[in-house]
């Protein structure tokens, strides 16, 4: 059927067809069954007409240990992804001797096959840890963003206090996109032999700064 | 419009749209569904979240598809058929599909494609054997058509994951909606 | 259950001639082996016959055998990778040479930019019977395999390669190799 396909490593896909991928995969974490305290909606009334009371409510230790946690799962998923792949995008490549030498790896090579761009700014203080910089990260500002534009019906409030499902299913905040990078990030460094935590800052816009600070010696 | 020439459309969407990496899309798409085994430990569900998911994306990405991919109107349930297999699945997927096995209502038709972007590499162990890895797919069909006054079952019923040679998505035609206000897709 | 998409591996046009006693031809390939970076062993197949194994020998024998000897180069895949090191990082293609002779066979190493070392034991009389373009092309063939198999949901990057699929792939190229 297909005669002339172009080699695995070549194939490609719609840009949105990973969006809205993405959109699912970080709504089923944060905001949905995938989180940690996910609370479903529950109906608003019980047939005899009195009201449900409200879900109890997490302290606030707790909520916050809830959605570190659903975050950390989300950036799991990151991690494996990035884990895989850099195996792909490392091939024939110049070996790395040190970890800078990854990170400039992971600035190019593996920031062009997944972005589609290098990152613009890379900083680092000598001592283990590195700032990435991408003016225009290209995972912020794309669907969400028009998601804001529509109208949205409240959804049911979720432990943490976030919307949960929402009525048009899959609205999220801009930090929430940037968690599976970090992840992507981490799990990619970590295959170059670079262990380290990776934690990102949306700067204002679409630019956002992934910091990388290296772990043990 | 004739299945030619809905080829060229096809291809000329997917020329003309923003591409990543098919294995980018395979590998997010395979860690979030061995992330569901962990989480619900159960074939049935994780099919049933794979195509909610998938309605979900369905009833966003037909929007794209309506703006991007210069595809006429459906005429009939035919049309359909076809635009989702030579335009949508080629903008979306890279690779088309074909419509076969016709039922004599006409109300159902097969999808059939031998490649699968999101499975390429894929090998499913066999206690997962009851999963549908792809599930998602159908989800989104019936989330697109939904949007377009479609309701329609779509369910897999042959996939290369499974050891077939291919893999079979049936579409049900189960009645045509009225217009009516956005639905809730919780 | 196992997929086997044409993933990449460019065969070369050898036709399957191979050393052998008897009718039945041996191949030349007599192991390959994928290590982890911290030496756990995430796949290793033998091909007996190329292995030069006695008549008698069980497979959990000459299994157990070659895994001796493909541990045993591992202290040479070391001191070649300090070697790599005094290199140009430009120059680096993974490919550490032969890295034994044991028997009937030669070792060859490489490793990749994410520290996994492949071995492979090609039947053979001496170091010199392969040029190193021949087993480079090899190795890349085993790394595509190996990113293959990496691609798969289901198989683990830190734990052994448990794949219908990648072994087919190994067997496929070892077959075409002769």
Not at chain 1, 49 to 73: F, I, K, M, V, Y
Not at chain 2, 91 to 107: I, K
Request: aromatic fraction near 8%.
């Amino acid at each position: 059927m297909n005669s002339a396909r172009p080699p695995p490593h070549k194939r490609q896909v719609a840009e949105s067809s990973l969006d809205f991928l993405m959109m699912q995969v970080v709504t089923y974490f944060l905001h949905g069954p995938g989180a940690a305290a996910y609370v479903p909606p529950v109906p608003s009334a019980v047939p005899d007409g009195n009201a449900l009371p409200p879900p109890p409510l997490l302290s606030p230790a707790d909520a916050a240990a809830a959605a570190a946690e659903t975050r950390r799962r989300l950036e799991g998923v990151g991690y494996d992804v990035g884990h895989r792949l850099v195996e792909r995008y490392a091939v024939e490549k110049e070996r790395m001797d040190s970890d800078l030498e990854a990170v400039k790896f992971v600035c190019r090579d593996f920031w062009e096959g997944v972005f589609k761009k290098h990152v613009d700014v890379l900083r680092t203080n000598h001592k283990g840890l590195y700032v990435l910089t991408d003016n225009k990260f290209r995972w912020l500002g794309r669907v969400w963003a028009d998601e804001d534009s529509e109208e949205g019906g409240a959804g049911a409030v979720g432990a943490d206090g976030a919307e949960v499902g929402g009525a048009i299913g899959g609205r999220g905040k801009p930090e929430d996109y940037v968690v599976f990078p970090c992840g992507l990030i981490c799990g990619a460094l970590t295959r170059l032999g670079v262990r380290c935590r990776v934690t990102a800052e949306i700067a204002g816009g679409a630019q956002c700064k992934f910091s990388v600070q290296v772990i043990g010696g | 419009m004739s299945k030619a020439s809905l080829s060229k459309l096809g291809d000329a969407a997917f020329e003309r749209t923003d591409k990543v990496s098919a294995e980018l899309l395979a590998l997010t798409y395979g860690s979030f569904v061995r992330q569901l085994l962990i989480d619900y430990e159960d074939a049935e569900e994780v099919n049933a979240q794979l195509a909610k998911m998938g309605y979900n994306i369905g009833v966003r990405l037909v929007d794209d598809f309506l703006a991007k991919s210069n595809a006429p109107p459906c005429a009939s349930f035919a049309d359909t058929a076809d635009i989702v297999a030579k335009v949508a699945f080629k903008m979306f997927l890279g690779v088309p599909a074909l419509v076969g096995s016709w039922s004599s209502d006409r109300r159902t038709f097969s999808l059939v494609f031998t490649d699968n972007p999101l499975a390429e590499f894929t090998e499913l162990p066999e206690k997962w054997g009851g999963v549908w890895y792809s599930n998602v797919l159908c989800g989104v069909i019936k989330g697109a058509l939904e949007m377009v006054q479609m309701e329609v079952d779509a369910r897999f019923v042959r996939c290369t994951l499974r050891g077939e040679d291919l893999n079979e998505i049936r579409v049900t035609l189960l009645q045509v909606l009225q217009e009516k206000p956005p639905v809730d897709d919780e | 259950m196992a997929t086997s998409s044409g993933a990449g591996v460019t065969s070369t046009s050898r036709s399957g001639a191979g050393v052998g006693s008897g009718s039945r031809p041996v191949g030349r390939v007599a192991c390959a082996a994928v290590i982890n970076h911290n030496n756990a062993p995430l796949f290793l197949k033998v091909f007996k016959d190329a292995a030069g194994s006695l008549p008698r020998q069980t497979d959990a024998v000459v299994r157990m055998q070659m895994h001796e000897v493909v541990y045993n180069s591992l202290d040479v895949v070391e001191e070649r990778l300090v070697a790599l090191r005094a290199q140009s990082a430009r120059d680096n293609d993974g490919f550490l040479g032969c890295l034994a002779v044991v028997g009937p066979m030669s070792l060859y190493g490489f490793v990749t930019n994410t520290h996994l070392k492949f071995i492979i034991a090609l039947r053979s009389t001496g170091p010199h019977d392969y040029k190193d373009s021949t087993v480079k092309a090899l190795f890349r063939k085993l790394h595509a395999a190996v990113i293959g198999a990496f691609l798969n949901p289901f198989t683990l990057p830190d734990a052994p390669i448990v794949s219908a699929g990648f072994e087919a792939r190994v067997d496929e190229i070892a077959r075409r190799f002769g």
